[in-house]
Structure formats: structure tokens, C-alpha cells
């Protein structure tokens, strides 16, 4: 429609008659298969390296071949939410119109477990573009209680993943970041009916949920980076099995050399014991009447003034 080589009539004014925004004339279409093995390049180089920013990530890239600028990599981690892990003003981008909530667990001890969960997302590489992955893990023994993996990045998957560990245990405060899933209504509302605290970590503070960010590199280094997934269905199976061995199998040196299983379930039980032997014993702990040592038969009645 635009002919550059009109004797009479500018491209400019060519493109006024037209109504056309004159930028469009020179956009050329983003090839999107580049842009997702780029994309899986820089993602792979940063879970390396997460401490490094974008202006490191292009050298990186250019020392191994690449043509490509500093804004180009920019926008593909913007894409991808990656960024440097150090304190700054602003990391977590949040929707404004969501409230947020204190951080709870800043000099709390955590000595059992359903006291404190945590939640985030992370991305899993496939070969064209990125799956979502979000799982709640037990604090204090380091347990996966539920998880999900889809292929958007909306709230829905997590409240699925969330009814899912509510129907299994109910925690006292559930730590999440600021991200727009966890600060939206249908999530605070959910979490609130069941009774449960909300605690979000502080701006630049990924620290502070430092416990699923330590297994979101377990998995990625003992499992996804040595792996690849043809299709969401394998990467779904797959993550699964990992998380089943991660639970029941795989050693934790900080817990012991015990697996997460076994510490959720022992300190679980052991309270579950003690609540039961609490209700059945009577005020003065004298006489347990479920014993097996006493009859359980009617006994002949005492007659008054008889000592027995």
C-alpha cells in the first residue's frame, strides 16, 4: 500500500492519508523459536549464576558467539521475571490494587511442622518457551505438601495446588512473595477461610523464602538440567517422580540425614499420640480407663460403710 518510491507524495504523508502509524512500516516480525532457545540459553546461564544482571548475562553470551545487545536481553528476562539476586528497591512486580502483607517469620522459631508453609513459582525450560511450576513446601521438615505445573502463569493452577494441601493439614502462617497470584482476593480469601496467617516476603527480600528457593535448586540442578521435556504431559510426569524421591528417598543433612517424610510424618504422629492420651486420661492421671490391665465387665456394687 505504501510505495517509498513516490515522486509526489512523502512516505510520510502516505501514511497520514492511510491512517498508518508510520513506525509499523519498518517492523519486522520477531522470530519466536530465537527468541525461546535465547530465552533458555539465559535461563540456564542464570541458574548458574543468579547473581548476575543483564549487562553480565550479554557478555556471557557474546563470549560464546551470540549477535546480540544489552536490551534484547533485557527484554527476554523482563519476559521471563529473572533478575539479579541481590537487595534492591524494587524486585517483585505486583498488581497496585492488591494489599500486602507483613512478613511473620522474621525471628520466629520454627520447631514443628504444619507451623509454617511456604510457596512460590518458578519456571521450567521446554523447547519452545517456559512451563510454570508452583509447589508449598512444609517449612520445618522440608516436605512437599502439593504442587502443580501448567502452562500459563495465572492464579488458577495455584488455588488448585493450595485446596489440595489444605485438605491434607492446615498450616498456622502460609509465606508467600508479592507476585499477583498471591496477593490477589481469591487467594487471600482462601487462605484466611481456612484459618490460616498470610505472610509475604519484603520488597528485594527473596531471602526471606529462602526454604523453597533452596529446593527450587535441587530440583532444577538434580533433576531438570539433566533431563528434557518433549511435551508438558513428560515434564509433569517426570517432576513428579522427582518430587516423590525428594520426599521419601533423597537425605537431608540438615535434617539429620533423615528424608522430609520421615520428619513430617515422626513429629506429626508423635503430637497426634500425645493429643489422644490427653483426652482420654482423667483430671488426676490416676486411672486410664481404656487400659487393657482393667476389667471392662459391670462390678458388683460397694454397700454403704464398707471399706473395700
Excluded at 519486522?28 to 527468541?35: L, N, P, S
Excluded at 532457545?37 to 560464546?64: C, D, H
Excluded at 504444619?114 to 510454570?132: E, L, R, S
Excluded at 487471600?188 to 526454604?211: C, H, Y
Amino acid at each position: 500500500m505504501i510505495d517509498r518510491t513516490h515522486e509526489s507524495l512523502s512516505v510520510r504523508k502516505q501514511c497520514s492519508l492511510l491512517g498508518v502509524n508510520r513506525s509499523t512500516l519498518y517492523y519486522e516480525a520477531v522470530d519466536t523459536a530465537e527468541d525461546a532457545s535465547l530465552a533458555n540459553e539465559i535461563y540456564e546461564l542464570w541458574l548458574k549464576m543468579p547473581f548476575y544482571g543483564y549487562r553480565r548475562v550479554t557478555a556471557e553470551l557474546q563470549r560464546k558467539g551470540y549477535e546480540i545487545n544489552p536490551k534484547r536481553v533485557l527484554r527476554l528476562m523482563r519476559e521471563m521475571n529473572l533478575q539479579a539476586l541481590y537487595p534492591r528497591p524494587k524486585t517483585t512486580i505486583r498488581s497496585t490494587k492488591d494489599p500486602v502483607y507483613p512478613y511473620l517469620l522474621k525471628g520466629l522459631d520454627v520447631y514443628c511442622p504444619n507451623q509454617v508453609w511456604a510457596t512460590d513459582i518458578t519456571y521450567i525450560k521446554m523447547p519452545i518457551g517456559f512451563a510454570y511450576l508452583v509447589a508449598i513446601i512444609d517449612v520445618y521438615s522440608r516436605y512437599i505438601i502439593a504442587w502443580r505445573l501448567s502452562n500459563t502463569m495465572d492464579t488458577h493452577f495455584c488455588l488448585e495446588m493450595l485446596d489440595e494441601a489444605l485438605s491434607c493439614a492446615c498450616p498456622e502462617i502460609l509465606n508467600t512473595d508479592q507476585g499477583s497470584q498471591f496477593t490477589s482476593s481469591d487467594w487471600i480469601e482462601r487462605v484466611q477461610r481456612a484459618g490460616v496467617k498470610v505472610s509475604m516476603d519484603g520488597k528485594g527480600r527473596w531471602i526471606d523464602n529462602v526454604i523453597i528457593e533452596r529446593f527450587w535448586r535441587t530440583l532444577k540442578h538434580e533433576h531438570v538440567l539433566l533431563h528434557s521435556f518433549d511435551d508438558l504431559r513428560q515434564a509433569r510426569r517426570s517432576i513428579g517422580n522427582f518430587i516423590t524421591l525428594y520426599n521419601h528417598r533423597r537425605l537431608h543433612q540438615s535434617l539429620g540425614y533423615r528424608t522430609p517424610a520421615e520428619v513430617y510424618r515422626l513429629v506429626t504422629l508423635e503430637k497426634d499420640q500425645k493429643l489422644s492420651k490427653s483426652q482420654f486420661s482423667t483430671p488426676g492421671g490416676d486411672v486410664d480407663n481404656l487400659s487393657s490391665k482393667f476389667p471392662t465387665s459391670p462390678q458388683a456394687q460397694q454397700q454403704p460403710g464398707l471399706i473395700y
